[in-house]
């Protein structure tokens, strides 16, 4: 075996048993499944008591239907006067009373509370009233409460014609909306990897720079030989984790409620086109090995590990900043922001992917980012690797910039 895959072997089977990799791939489980299962794990760990609401009706319309009773509000319509259902509201028998009145045709209505209420409750009662009020006006044209829930529960259908024959068909909103949905996954994925796998090979090369270790390595292997074994090997455990955190995600999809939400996520890959599969994957792996690349090569500048956070904070804040850039996309995804961030290499491969998926752009377009992605990639390695072997053994004292101009005197 040559030294290169003794290399990659060694690092991969390191790092691969290290409780920090096993204690990530749980954490980020962990993380996930809270997500998804949110609603199951609140209703197993957080059950409350439903809300209990009475509701007092001094008009002659009939709101029965529209107050119905769920897992998280309990309706009643006593007879009994205000001042009686204020006592009980008072002595805890109910959490709110609802008081509607009809002033000059319209309707009024008074939410009664000893305690305040939470946030979503007053907005779920509100949210009904109000519709109970849109109703009540409907219902003063002397409709039947079925014709007036009927005209309220309308929707018009909406579809796009693109008069544009040369122009690909425009997404309709629901497709924007699924490809944002969808973006925004496929960003957290690549934040979260790029971030812990900068981290882990800029801090690996400055441990062993500063331990002396690599004047070892060195003495019987081409730095070129170590700086590509630390790219495969680290690109190899990033691509392991991913595989496993989805094998396991998809395990628990299938096993948890039935399958349903398995369901769900079929769904919402059947919807997703072929095309947008294959960019979202070539971005994702473009996008891991342009920051594992510049991972390495901070890690060689510095002269002792302690040193490495500050090295590779450029990259971090570069990083973060896509991210931030991604978060903004997700509600106006066509800003001039997004649209300039998409062609950055270092932030293209959080935003290209929602720019693709919730706004129409023509197919040259992520072509293009992609392109630029893949040359930046190709003149950051050959740089990286030139400097790397200069670097890697240069101690020098100062910021990373004095340690760039070092490195340079020292080699020139």
Not at 103 to 110: D, I, P, Q, Y
Request: net charge negative; hydrophobic share 50%; glycine share 6%.
């Amino acid at each position: 075996m040559s030294k290169f895959w003794i290399l990659v072997k060694q690092l991969y089977k390191q790092k691969i048993k290290a409780k920090s990799f096993i204690f990530s791939i749980l954490l980020y489980l962990v993380v996930i499944s809270c997500v998804m299962f949110w609603s199951d794990i609140k209703e197993a760990l957080f059950s409350e008591e439903p809300l209990k609401v009475a509701v007092i009706n001094d008009t002659d319309a009939d709101f029965k239907a529209l107050f119905t009773s769920s897992a998280d509000v309990e309706f009643s319509f006593p007879k009994d006067n205000e001042s009686k259902v204020e006592k009980k509201v008072k002595d805890g028998d109910l959490d709110a009373a609802i008081f509607i009145q009809d002033k000059a045709g319209s309707l009024v209505a008074e939410i009664a509370t000893f305690n305040p209420l939470k946030f979503n409750d007053q907005q779920s009662l509100s949210s009904s009233i109000q519709y109970a009020g849109k109703l009540y006006e409907v219902q003063q044209l002397n409709l039947t409460a079925e014709q007036a829930d009927k005209i309220l529960q309308s929707e018009t259908m909406i579809t796009t014609k693109n008069l544009n024959e040369e122009a690909a068909g425009g997404k309709s909103e629901d497709e924007k909306s699924a490809g944002i949905g969808a973006s925004m996954i496929v960003g957290f994925i690549i934040y979260g990897f790029v971030m812990s796998f900068l981290s882990m090979i800029t801090t690996d090369v400055a441990s062993e720079k500063g331990s002396r270790v690599l004047e070892v390595l060195l003495a019987s292997i081409k730095p070129v030989t170590h700086f590509l074994a630390k790219l495969t090997g680290t690109f190899l455990l990033a691509v392991t984790q991913i595989v496993i955190l989805f094998a396991v995600q998809s395990l628990l999809f299938i096993l948890v409620d039935g399958g349903e939400k398995w369901d769900t996520v079929i769904e919402v890959i059947n919807s997703l086109s072929a095309g947008y599969v294959a960019y979202v994957l070539a971005f994702l792996i473009l996008t891991i090995l342009l920051f594992l690349i510049m991972g390495a090569l901070l890690g060689s500048l510095v002269s002792k590990v302690e040193e490495s956070g500050q090295a590779m904070m450029p990259a971090m804040m570069v990083g973060v900043g896509g991210f931030y850039v991604l978060l903004s996309g997700m509600y106006s995804p066509d800003t001039i922001l997004v649209k300039v961030c998409s062609y950055i290499p270092f932030t293209a491969g959080m935003v290209m992917p929602l720019r693709i998926g919730a706004t129409d752009i023509a197919a040259s377009e992520p072509m293009i980012s992609l392109g630029i992605l893949i040359v930046t990639v190709v003149l950051l390695f050959m740089l990286s690797l030139s400097f790397y072997k200069r670097s890697v053994l240069t101690y020098s004292t100062g910021g990373i910039i004095q340690k760039i101009k070092t490195v340079l005197k020292v080699t020139t």
